[in-house]
């Protein structure tokens, strides 16, 4: 609670009377209190996960609202992401290329809430993951450009973990384990709940985000599936699973271009994308750049790339 009141620049007593109203409100307890912390309650769990993308919408449509209000009618490229370490490489090959563009981005967990802002022109491009046996729900005119047909989930796990000596881990090295999912990363929990199944095991499964799940791991209380290019941190240690049974796909995803589209990438008054195939290749040529930068500066991802010799960190360009 302390923490929670710094981060949102409130005393904790005020933050502890506001969270007590929303309690009430809803009519039950949200969080159990105990010398260690706070957890979310089953209720808290549920309120979590449906408040989560309200809230990411709600910030949308703020940055959206005053995006417009300051727009004075120069070049814009929108872009979005569910998030990868390859973002922020993405985003500098981005401003670099286009210096004379306004290059926004936009985070959220939800890939079918990005797809949809960008059927709805709030964004103009999003780099986003489909997990395998969970198909996104594409809008009609938004078309798909395949980044990486095939990339296997990782597992982080504590560099303590008796498991963690090992090059390469199955899912019954860690039956025992704690395993943290976001629930409102569309596909995630429904990817693990699969190979769980597949793998005849049923773990104990803790809610939360992406950054709870990385302090929380190097912590040692829990584990979690990963990308295969998370950096390195303190604490803890990235492994490949035996047979790659958690995968996704990565998309780039755009509005598709008319027919009669002609105008050129960054021209005034339109998207950074223009409305030109030329210009989502180009955008799609600096997301795979970024993407070969931090695939292999992972030495677990690029040990594996090594002992796959037919899979590539790049793709074969796809249009879907």
């Known amino acids: 609670m302390h923490k929670a009141a710094r981060q949102l620049g409130m005393t904790q007593p005020s933050l502890t009377t506001q969270l007590r109203r929303i309690e009430a409100a809803v009519g039950g307890q949200l ?11 089953p209720l808290g769990r549920s309120v ?22 300051h727009h004075t009618g120069g070049a814009r490229l929108r872009i979005g992401s569910t998030g990868s370490p390859a973002v922020p490489g993405w985003l500098r090959r981005l401003r670099a290329r286009l210096p004379d563009v306004d290059t926004t981005i936009h985070m959220d967990v939800s890939a079918n809430s990005l797809l949809r802002m960008v059927a709805a022109d709030q964004l103009d491009a999003v780099f986003v993951h489909e997990v395998e046996g969970a198909p996104l729900r594409v809008p009609d005119g938004v078309e798909l450009h395949v980044l990486v047909e095939r990339e296997p989930q990782f597992v982080a796990l504590p560099d303590g973990h008796p498991a963690a000596a090992r090059p390469e881990l199955q899912l019954t090295d860690l039956a025992q ?13 429904s990817g693990l709940r699969r190979v769980f199944a597949e ?30 290019t998370s950096p390195a941190r303190p604490g803890r240690v990235v492994r490949p699973l035996r047979g790659d049974p958690l995968a ?4 780039l995803a755009t509005r598709a271009a008319p027919a009669d589209a002609a105008r050129p990438c960054g021209s005034s008054g339109s998207s950074g994308l223009g409305s030109s195939a030329a210009g989502a290749d180009a ?7 970024a993407y070969r930068e931090v695939a292999l ?10 002992r796959h010799s037919g899979a590539r960190p790049l793709p074969v360009r796809v249009v879907a």
Not at 283 to 289: M, Q
């Open 31 to 41: 969080f159990t209190r105990g010398r260690t912390g706070s957890r979310p309650t």
């Open 48 to 69: 979590l996960s449906r408040a989560r993308p309200i809230v990411a919408e709600m910030s949308a449509l703020v940055a959206e609202a005053r995006a417009a209000a």
């Open 177 to 189: 384990d704690r395993w943290m999912v976001d629930p409102s990363a569309d596909g995630d929990w």
């Open 199 to 228: 793998a005849g095991i049923n773990p104990r499964v803790v809610y939360g985000d992406n950054l709870a799940a990385a302090d929380l791991v190097a912590a040692g209380e829990v584990v979690a599936a990963c990308q295969p």
């Open 248 to 251: 996704v796909r990565l998309l």
């Open 283 to 289: 955008v799609l040529a600096d997301l795979e750049a």
């Open 297 to 306: 500066a992972s030495d677990a991802y690029r040990r594996w790339l090594q």
